[in-house]
Every structure is written in structure tokens, then in C-alpha cells.
């Protein structure tokens, strides 16, 4: 853990926050300076684990916390902000997944979200698709993952895929579903088509993992 020393410029959070934090940072196209940098995390371990930016040109992250005072934004008590993202409370277990999407500078919040259930949840994928939503994959242990839509399976067993697509303003869920077999099943990445489908990859333990198509 950098305790010092670490650039931060233009950032939301410029000092630490726990024993571990996420970070985000732009840095020119010459390589040169940092356009913006920061902290992000509270008093547990926070990590953030992938990136994209969005329509707006504005950094989104995904990963992990486990803390229960993790800031989520805009807050359910301010009348004068924006609706409350999707979901504003610790989900439990050891670990809930975030996604944090950021102004366009870096310098601060638009929206903070958990995603998570009673079990351990981690973000490991994200991207921001045609439309502006955002596809989400992480890995979970939760048999009670908020699902909506047209959803492909329920919880299988060992760690799951979640994937989820969310709103660009993260204040609802599109889509949401496990993806697996019984045994253990981990994304690491998640992008889509033109036209929005959404493709994942990972590795997986399990004998019966849904395959489709030729082969």
C-alpha cells in the first residue's frame, strides 16, 4: 500500500482511505502528465479491477469492497440531487462488486453503486455498449443476486457469472443473470457487438457448463 508518494492530480479522493484502495488515472497520449488521478475507497479493502468510458467520455470502473460505508451517489437523502443509484446498501459476505462512473475531468461523482448479495461478489468486467448502457460481469457465491429481465439460468453452484447491464445513469438494471455450471465459473472480460449482444469470457471448473452452437 502506497502511503505516499502516489500522483494524484485532478482527483475525486486525493488521500487514502483504507488499507487497500481503487485508483483511477489518465495520463496524456504522449505519456508526459497526468491528466487526472485518485483515490477511491473507504475503510476496508476496495480494488477496482476494470475500466471503461462511456458516451460522455467519462471513466466507469468496476471491482470490489468490503466495506459497508462505501459511498454510494447520489444519496437517497438529498432531495436536491439526482434518484439514488440501484442499489445503496452492503449486499454481505465478504465482499460486494461496485461500478463507479465518474465526470468527464475525473474530479467527481456521477453515480456509485454496490452490486451484491448475501454472498462474496467481485466486479471483474465492464463495458459501455452502443446504446450507453453498461454490461457488467462479476463473480459471485450469492444465490440472491437482483435479477431482472429475461434472465438464461438461476444459481448453479460453486462461483457464478453474473452479468448485468445497467442503465449509463445507474439508477436501474436492464438485464441481470447467473451464467454457469456446478462447479466453479469466473469472467474476466466483457465487451459487445453493434448491436448490443453481449459476449463474455472467462474459465471455468465445470463439466456442465451451457454450450450452444457448433462444435
Not at 462479476?138 to 443476486?145: A, G
Given at each position: 500500500r502506497s502511503t505516499s508518494g502516489f500522483p494524484v492530480n485532478n482527483g475525486f479522493q486525493k488521500t487514502p482511505g483504507g488499507s487497500l484502495d481503487g485508483f483511477y488515472?489518465?495520463?496524456s497520449s504522449s505519456g508526459a502528465s497526468i491528466l487526472y488521478s485518485s483515490?477511491?475507497?473507504r475503510s476496508g479493502d476496495d480494488s477496482f479491477t476494470a475500466i471503461t468510458v462511456n458516451s460522455a467520455g467519462a471513466p466507469v470502473v468496476t471491482g470490489y469492497t468490503t466495506s459497508s460505508t462505501w459511498q454510494t451517489y447520489p444519496t437517497r437523502f438529498n432531495p436536491f440531487y439526482p434518484p439514488p443509484p440501484f442499489q445503496t446498501t452492503f449486499g454481505g459476505g465478504r465482499t460486494d462488486a461496485v461500478v463507479v462512473s465518474f465526470s468527464p475531468s475525473g474530479s467527481s461523482l456521477f453515480f456509485s453503486t454496490y452490486i451484491g448479495g448475501t454472498?462474496?461478489?467481485e466486479g471483474v468486467g465492464i463495458h459501455s455498449d452502443p446504446q450507453g448502457r453498461l454490461v457488467v460481469s462479476?463473480?459471485?457465491?450469492?444465490?440472491?443476486?437482483r435479477i431482472e429481465g429475461g434472465q438464461i439460468q438461476n444459481r448453479l453452484g460453486g462461483n457464478d457469472i453474473g452479468i448485468f447491464t445497467i442503465s449509463e445513469d445507474g439508477r436501474s438494471i436492464i438485464s441481470s443473470t447467473y451464467f454457469g455450471g456446478s462447479d466453479d465459473d469466473d469472467p474476466v472480460c466483457v465487451t459487445s457487438d453493434a448491436g448490443g449482444t453481449v459476449i463474455v469470457g472467462g474459465s471455468t471448473k465445470s463439466m456442465d457448463f451451457p454450450l450452444r452452437g457448433a462444435g
Open positions: 488515472t489518465k495520463i483515490y477511491m475507497g454472498g462474496d461478489d462479476i463473480t459471485s457465491t450469492s444465490s440472491d443476486l
